[in-house]
């Protein structure tokens, strides 16, 4: 699975768009982009995810670039329970389920 | 209701003794899987299952065993805890386009 790279951290405004942003450069052409979020030792809770197509849902849009090789996270209003540890992970839709998570990005909404 | 259960919450146990985890799921997936998370680590697969009685090792699987006997459950054993065991433990079942939904956690210390 390709490797990402995200910022370790961000800032945001309550009520202003928070928008995250990956880099996959060494994506593969069957390779998914997910985004998790994690609230200080809950779950992971599983945001969005996409191939090539932008993406939205109730939660988040997802915005891939045309050659796939970054994305972003956009929370179109963040609020403070926003607040947690956001991961992007580059897979392949039918694998094992390994997941790399690796440190993402820890994004802090102020009030 | 979680669509994703695990039991106990919080565990602490003495070295040498028997935990199991339980999980279960009511999302309906046949895939189910159980990582640990250590501070810095991220998340390390233990071991995941295809379907009722299939069962494979992950990254981490020695000193651990699990059990699928339905759909809906999969349990996670340690025969005789150690300390080095002492984690938060996540149990996973795996939606339709890859996406995974996790429990709450099982935070397990080992004295």
């Known amino acids: 699975d390709a490797k990402t790279t995200q910022p370790t951290s961000m800032d945001c405004a309550e009520g202003r768009a928070a928008n995250l942003p990956c880099n996959h450069s060494?994506?593969?052409?069957?390779?998914?982009v997910y985004w998790y979020r994690q609230i200080h030792s809950q779950g992971p809770q599983y945001i969005i995810h996409?191939?090539?197509n932008n993406e939205t849902n109730e939660m988040a849009s997802l915005i891939i670039t045309e050659d796939r090789k970054s994305s972003t996270l956009i929370l179109p209003h963040a609020t403070l329970r926003d607040t947690a540890v956001y991961y992007c992970?580059?897979?392949?839709?039918?694998?094992?389920?390994?997941?790399?998570f690796g440190q993402g990005t820890t994004l802090q909404v102020k009030p | 209701d979680a669509d994703v259960t695990q039991t106990p919450r919080n565990r602490i146990t003495k070295t040498g003794k028997r935990i199991m985890l339980e999980c279960s799921q009511t999302?309906?997936?046949?895939?189910m899987y159980w990582y640990r998370q250590d501070p810095g680590l991220g998340l390390r697969l233990i071991y995941y299952s295809f379907d009722v009685k299939d069962i494979n090792k992950g990254e981490i699987s020695d000193g651990y065993s699990v059990s699928r006997q339905a759909q809906a459950k999969f349990s996670l054993s340690l025969e005789s805890a150690i300390p080095n065991q002492t984690a938060l433990y996540f149990c996973a079942s795996r939606g339709s386009t890859g996406e995974l939904f996790f429990g709450e956690g099982s935070r397990l210390t080992v004295l």
């Open positions: 992970i580059v897979k392949v839709s039918g694998n094992t389920g390994k997941l790399i």
């Open positions: 060494t994506i593969s052409g069957n390779e998914y």
């Open positions: 999302k309906g997936h046949d895939r």
């Open positions: 996409g191939l090539k």
